[in-house]
C-alpha cells in the first residue's frame, strides 16, 4: 500500500507563492507519473499538472502555464508543486496522485492515478 501526504498549503495573497510538497511512503515506492489536481468548492476535480519518472517530461493546464512549477525528487519519493503570481480563482483543495503502472505518458486524468494523498488547502485573497 502506498501513502501519499501533501504539505506546504496555506493562506496567501495574490501575486504570492507557495511551495507544496507530496512525500510518497514505502521502501519500494516507484511511479511513472505524479500529478497534482485540484477542486474548488462547487467546482469538479481538475487537473493541474504531471511529471514523468525522469522529470524531463511535464505537463500543465493552460489556467496554471508560466506561473506553476512540478519537479520531484525520486531519492526522496517527493514530488513538489511551485506555485508563482497566484490568483484567487487558484483557491481550492490540491491533491496529490501517483501513477505506478507506466500506463500511459502524461496523466491528465484522474482516473488514470493508483494512489490519492488527503488534499491540503490553499487560499489565495485578492
Known amino acids: 500500500q502506498v501513502q501519499l501526504v501533501e504539505s506546504g498549503g496555506g493562506l496567501v495573497q495574490a501575486g504570492g507563492s507557495l511551495r507544496l510538497s507530496c512525500a510518497a511512503s514505502g521502501r519500494t515506492f516507484r511511479s511513472h507519473i505524479m500529478g497534482w489536481f485540484r477542486q474548488a468548492p462547487g467546482k469538479e476535480r481538475e487537473f493541474v499538472a504531471s511529471?514523468?519518472?525522469?522529470?524531463?517530461?511535464?505537463y500543465y493546464a493552460d489556467s496554471v502555464k508560466g506561473r506553476f512549477t512540478i519537479s520531484r525528487d525520486n531519492a526522496k519519493n517527493t514530488v513538489f508543486l511551485q506555485m508563482n503570481s497566484l490568483r484567487p480563482e487558484d483557491t481550492a483543495v490540491y491533491y496529490c496522485a501517483a501513477e505506478v503502472w507506466g500506463r500511459m505518458v502524461a496523466g491528465l486524468k484522474s482516473e488514470e492515478y493508483d494512489y490519492w494523498g488527503q488534499g491540503t488547502q490553499v487560499t489565495v485573497s485578492s
Open positions: 511529471i514523468n519518472w525522469s522529470g524531463t517530461g511535464t
